[in-house]
T-cell receptor, first 113, second 114 residues
């Protein structure tokens, strides 16, 4: 069975500050890892994904994430927060048959001016 | 290219009524997923299809829920009879094989049962 834990259901940062959203996973098979962002009244949009190869993955809007197998982590970072980054962020893992994704509980990012 | 299209975007109806949610996946995608999102339970997978065939419906909460995919470009999620606790945002998503491919989500249907 797979599971995803996102530490912190709410994270607040100041505009221009570093964004760090934490994600830990468990998987019995080599995982594929995803970060999605959800803006109000919208569906989930893919930010970035890790499948194989380079463990540091760059995504849209200046976000990146690093796959650390030894720590079973896939934390999302952005060097400088912007007001437009305020949204909910979901980490997800895939690897079982059926293209199923297992989602974390989500982290709501708030950006203070 | 058009993304996943869901209709209606908002639905308000009275308890006991039948509700039908619709989804058009991205052309060529062979997987289709239905999710429900609530504040209390987060994002839950209800059912998914592969090549129009239901593969896993273990997330469907009750027999009042049913889903169909009559062809590769259309799916429905039906609730009959509806109850206030069914109020949620329902998302449809589609993807390609293999497992490394991301799911693409629609904008959801916000369902309110009075």
């Amino acid at each position: 069975a797979q599971s995803v834990t996102q530490l912190g259901s709410h994270v607040s940062v100041s505009e221009g500050a570093l964004v760090l959203l934490r994600c830990n996973y468990s998987s019995s098979v080599p995982p594929y890892l995803f970060w999605y962002v959800q803006y109000p009244n919208q569906g989930l949009q893919l930010l970035l994904k890790y499948t194989t190869g380079a463990t540091l993955v760059k995504g849209i809007n200046g976000f990146e994430a690093e796959f650390k197998k030894s720590e079973t982590s896939f934390h999302l970072t952005k060097p400088s927060a912007h007001m437009s980054d305020a949204a909910e962020y979901f980490c997800a893992v895939s690897g079982n048959a059926g293209n199923m994704l297992t989602f974390g509980g989500g982290t709501r990012l708030m950006v203070k001016p | 290219d058009a993304g996943v299209i869901q209709s209606p975007r908002h639905e308000v109806t009275e308890m006991g009524q039948e509700v039908t949610l619709r989804c058009k996946p991205i052309s060529g995608h062979d997987y289709l997923f239905w999710y429900r999102q609530t504040m209390m339970r987060g994002l839950e997978l209800l059912i998914y299809f592969n090549n129009n065939v239901p593969i896993d419906d273990s997330g469907m909460p009750e027999d009042r829920f049913s889903a169909k995919m009559p062809n590769a470009s259309f799916s429905t999620l039906k609730i009959q009879p509806s109850e206030p606790r069914d109020s949620a945002v329902y998302f449809c998503a589609s993807s390609l094989t293999p497992l490394s491919q991301p799911q693409h989500f629609g904008d959801g249907t916000r369902l309110s049962i009075l």
